[in-house]
């Protein structure tokens, strides 16, 4: 759905005239916003199937430092895969790399085997070291879940589901007004709860090992 189709749900929903905009007026910028509050917080809640991507880092030699552009920071990483050298990449915490590389006397130049975060650039996309420094061109993999920004413009869209977005933007606008004519703003969060949690155990289905527990 675009954000303008979210915005009429709603709005529907509140027994309020439709729009031909979303910023058409104050009620429906209003609305806007609680559907992109909405939406930030059934991105938040799982691990969709819909935001899983890939993003690609090429390494080139002498290089530790990378960003990964369109990030953002509010990616969750599944793994990372040094594709050129065909081996899983191990996550480390930055005092781990400062001590390799501010520490040890001796800098290593090899394919990379370890990640670790560093800071947001002026995008505001993650920054990533890798160790060992490159000592030529890899191509890495760090398959990722990655939130999205918050709608602006009509026909943005979302790959999420929309009804717990509509519903929970339907329950922020009643309790914001104070009333719906006939269903309190705290039956509207629990039906919002109750279609969250359906739609998240749909898409669970698809990655049963993520919600099963084992030993190791």
Not at 81 to 95: G, K, L, V
Not at 136 to 158: C, H, I, K, S
Not at 169 to 190: D, H, I, K, M, Y
């Amino acid at each position: 759905m675009t954000y303008l189709q979210l915005v009429n749900s709603v709005l529907r929903r509140l027994r309020e005239n439709e729009v031909d905009s979303v910023n058409q007026n104050n009620y429906s910028k209003l609305i806007g916003e609680f559907v992109n509050d909405a939406k930030r917080t059934v991105e938040d809640a799982w691990d969709w199937t819909a935001l899983r991507t890939t993003l690609t880092v090429s390494t080139v030699a002498n290089v530790y430092n990378y960003t990964l552009v369109d990030s953002q920071d509010r990616i969750k990483v599944l793994d990372v895969i040094n594709d050129s050298s065909n081996w899983f990449m191990e996550y480390r915490p930055s005092t781990w790399m400062n001590n390799a590389f501010l520490v040890q006397a001796n800098i290593p130049y090899a394919a990379p085997k370890y990640y670790s975060w560093n800071g947001i650039d002026s995008n505001g996309d993650s920054g990533v070291d890798l160790y060992p420094a490159p000592d030529g061109a890899y191509q890495l993999r760090f398959n990722v879940v990655l939130r999205t920004a918050d709608m602006t413009e009509n026909t943005d869209t979302m790959s999420i589901p929309s009804s717990p977005v509509i519903q929970i933007a339907t329950a922020l606008g009643a309790r914001e007004r104070g009333e719906t004519g006939g269903t309190s703003a705290a039956e509207l969060f629990a039906l919002a709860d109750r279609t969250l949690s359906d739609a998240i155990a749909l898409d669970a289905a698809r990655h049963p090992e993520e919600t099963i527990w084992t030993t190791v």
